[in-house]
């Protein structure tokens, strides 16, 4: 019932990354040894991933972050997601013929929020200036990296994507993707990262870089101009949070999906998930059924709640939960998972990064599906995203798209508390895989006791439009309980596990400051202390 990854959860005192890649958390690492804090190290490391895993995350992306400040026992959340263009509307994507946002191309871009959002970072809660944490990934970019085994798949797929426009040639070796072992340079990025090192965000949201961006998504047909990327701004927002058996769970709110996981964790309290035993087929059937309607409830109501009203406390209340939960049969799988009526009114990276103070950074950073929209802004090595397919075109929908509005994002960071103390960093990445990647490791953490590597190593099950996905090495008989309950079955190769998600965990034991740390066993990073 467990990915036989053969490895051991990592233990350190002084400080900790995990990351998807390991010279992504190496770098993160030597930041920590320098001198520098968790903030220092994710920004570092989510540097350093831009170049090394280019198909997941970049500065033409979006962030968010969670940071749990030890001395003040406090925890900030920012937002630094994009916007939608100012011309962006409705109505011109309709006159086009589009009945949904094209899910590559110019119109699925919005403003890249990440870099305003590491310099916004560093500068409330980092002691490195953005100058040096850039160094690692500069020189990354500038003299090479060999490309690792699960990265080099994930490209591998990617050249027609690349090469429909030349400047897409910047990702490519030798007009083809780059293989396994394989030494990549991008220099476009090396010069694009300096100039951030020596400008800070204002030289990527104003001048030769944001002119650049803005003449080629309108050369493309976009509406994107230099006022809305000199306009952005990142969020401190309000952290949201529930309690799971005596364990605060945090994420951030709205406009990103983490209510959904907060939800499901309070739809599956009501159950004795540890009585029903670790995988069997009860304990998934009611975590699947708990995430089936809190997912509902997201694709219904999440939004961005500076222009639209999105019922937080409602969806994350225990009795909101308590009214969900009745709609679960212990024996039989929902038909349909409907949303519940309230007052009226994806390829990503993670980092988990925690001191030796006991100061942790949750950082998720991404540019939504393998290399985005497709578009690189050319000569700069800027990957931009394609956050803004998810928009809806349903005016009457909370989540439709509106100039300077932010669209529902899937990637969520969190944290974890235990007697107002760090408990845990984590996340897990992948999509509507992130928040049932969330659920999961809390139920295999807190109701069966597993350490930071084995409840990333368990086995998976994802929801999806028509069924659920479930890891081969589950028992015959589970596999066959399930399907006796309703739920359609899709099994999932050894190859196609990638699919399952991409987690990192740091556990703090609360007696001796002692960090416990896994990393996904589907991809190819690492956790690293000392």
């Known amino acids: 019932m467990f990915f036989n990854s053969?490895?051991?959860?990592?233990?350190?005192?002084?400080?900790?990354?995990?990351?998807?890649?390991?010279?992504?958390?190496?770098?993160?690492?030597?930041?920590?040894?320098?001198?520098?804090?968790?903030?220092?190290?994710?920004?570092?490391?989510?540097?350093?991933?831009?170049?090394?895993?280019?198909?997941?995350?970049?500065?033409?992306g979006d962030m968010f972050a969670l940071v749990w400040d030890n001395r003040k026992k406090q925890v900030y959340a920012l937002n630094g997601s994009g916007r939608a263009p100012a011309a962006a509307s409705i109505a011109s994507l309709r006159a086009k013929g589009f009945r949904q946002v094209p899910s590559i191309g110019v119109h699925s871009v919005t403003v890249p929020g990440t870099v305003h959002g590491w310099e916004t970072i560093l500068k409330a809660h980092g002691s490195m200036p953005i100058s040096q944490v850039l160094k690692p990934a500069i020189s990354y970019a500038e003299d090479g990296f060999p490309v690792s085994d699960i990265i080099a798949n994930q490209w591998s797929s990617q050249g027609p994507k690349l090469a429909r426009l030349p400047s897409g040639q910047e990702f490519l070796l030798e007009g083809r993707p780059p293989r396994h072992g394989e030494v990549m340079k991008l220099p476009t990025l090396g010069r694009t990262l300096r100039a951030i090192a020596e400008g800070g965000a204002q030289a990527f949201y104003t001048g030769p870089i944001a002119e650049g961006i803005a003449a080629f998504m309108q050369e493309q047909g976009g509406c994107m101009t230099v006022e809305d990327l000199a306009s952005h701004t990142s969020d401190w927002d309000e952290p949201i949070r529930t309690d799971y058996r005596g364990v605060t769970c945090w994420e951030c709110p709205p406009n990103g999906q983490g209510i959904a996981a907060l939800e499901a964790l309070n739809i599956a309290e009501g159950f004795d998930i540890q009585g029903m035993g670790l995988q069997t087929a009860s304990a998934y059937h009611h975590l699947i059924e708990s995430m089936r309607l809190a997912f509902a409830d997201a694709f219904r109501y999440v939004a961005d709640p500076r222009q639209a009203r999105v019922p937080i406390d409602e969806l994350t209340s225990k009795e909101y939960a308590a009214s969900r939960r009745q709609l679960i049969s212990s024996q039989r799988a929902m038909t349909s998972a409907p949303y519940g009526k309230v007052m009226a009114g994806s390829?990503?990276?993670?980092?988990?990064?925690?001191?030796?103070?006991?100061?942790?950074?949750?950082?998720?950073?991404?540019?939504?599906?393998?290399?985005?929209?497709?578009l690189v802004a050319p000569g700069t090595g800027i990957v931009l995203h394609n956050r803004g397919s998810l928009f809806s075109l349903d005016p009457n929908h909370p989540n439709a798209l509106e100039p300077g509005k932010r669209p529902f994002h899937t990637i969520i960071p969190a944290l974890a508390t235990r007697e107002g103390e760090l408990y845990l960093c984590y996340g897990v990445m992948g999509g509507l895989m992130q928040p049932q990647g969330h659920l999961q490791v809390i139920s295999n953490m807190v109701d069966f006791g597993l350490d930071a590597q084995d409840a990333l190593n368990a086995l998976r099950f994802q929801v999806v439009e028509d069924g659920v996905c479930?890891?081969?090495?589950?028992?015959?008989?589970?596999?066959?309980?399930l399907s006796r309950m309703g739920h359609r079955i899709h099994l999932m190769t050894s190859y196609q596990r990638v699919g399952m998600g991409g987690g990192q965990v740091i556990q703090r034991d609360l007696d001796t400051g002692v960090l416990w740390g896994g990393s996904e066993p589907r991809k190819d990073g690492c956790a690293i202390g000392w």
């Not at 233990?11 to 992504?24: C, D, E, Y």
């Not at 690492?29 to 001198?35: E, V």
């Open 6 to 60: 053969r490895r051991s959860t990592v233990l350190a005192r002084k400080g900790m990354v995990a990351t998807s890649q390991p010279l992504a958390a190496q770098a993160g690492l030597q930041t920590l040894m320098q001198g520098g804090n968790a903030v220092d190290a994710a920004v570092t490391a989510a540097a350093v991933l831009n170049v090394v895993e280019p198909e997941s995350t970049g500065i033409g």
């Open 347 to 374: 390829d990503t990276v993670y980092i988990s990064a925690v001191d030796g103070q006991g100061n942790a950074c949750s950082f998720i950073n991404s540019i939504f599906v393998n290399f985005g929209s497709g």
């Open 470 to 481: 479930l890891e081969e090495g589950l028992s015959e008989n589970t596999l066959q309980e």
